[in-house]
């Protein structure tokens, strides 16, 4: 069965760094390189948000305004992993994210809500003093 695991989070103070990691686990002919894999993120009391996303393709990627310029999203097809690499972090930038993968070559976090394949359970990011 396959799973999305997340990794990389944990508490970092505010201008800090982290890199998230979403690997595909379980099967080892699924390729995780037929999807598009977005990254959300949910606050403490708020609704799940999406942040980036990147297409099967490698050739579109996005990150909204809040984090432009701070977000980077890539991918390493041979591994069956996504990163999200986050700068300059700050505290509105806390919680809960995840990825999910959507076996679409698009980026659409609504389509991502309502049909994606796979949901990875989550790590915590907590950017403090």
């Known amino acids: 069965q396959v799973q999305l695991v997340e990794s990389g989070g944990g508490l970092v103070q505010p201008g800090g760094s982290l890199t998230l990691s979403c690997a595909a686990t379980?099967?080892?002919?699924?390729?995780?390189?037929?999807?598009?894999v977005a990254w959300f993120r949910q606050a403490p009391g708020k609704e799940r948000e999406g942040v980036s996303c990147i297409n099967q393709n490698e050739d579109k990627s996005m990150v909204v305004d809040d984090v432009q310029g701070r977000f980077l999203v890539s991918r390493d097809n041979d591994k069956n992993t996504v990163y999200l690499r986050m700068n300059s972090l700050k505290p509105e930038d806390t919680g809960d994210y995840y990825c999910?993968?959507?076996?679409?070559?698009?980026?659409?976090?609504?389509?991502?809500?309502?049909?994606?394949?796979?949901w990875g359970q989550g790590t915590q990011v907590t950017v403090s003093s």
């Open positions: 999910a993968a959507l076996f679409e070559d698009l980026c659409d976090f609504d389509e991502f809500r309502d049909y994606a394949d796979y």
């Open positions: 379980g099967w080892t002919g699924f390729r995780l390189g037929r999807y598009a």
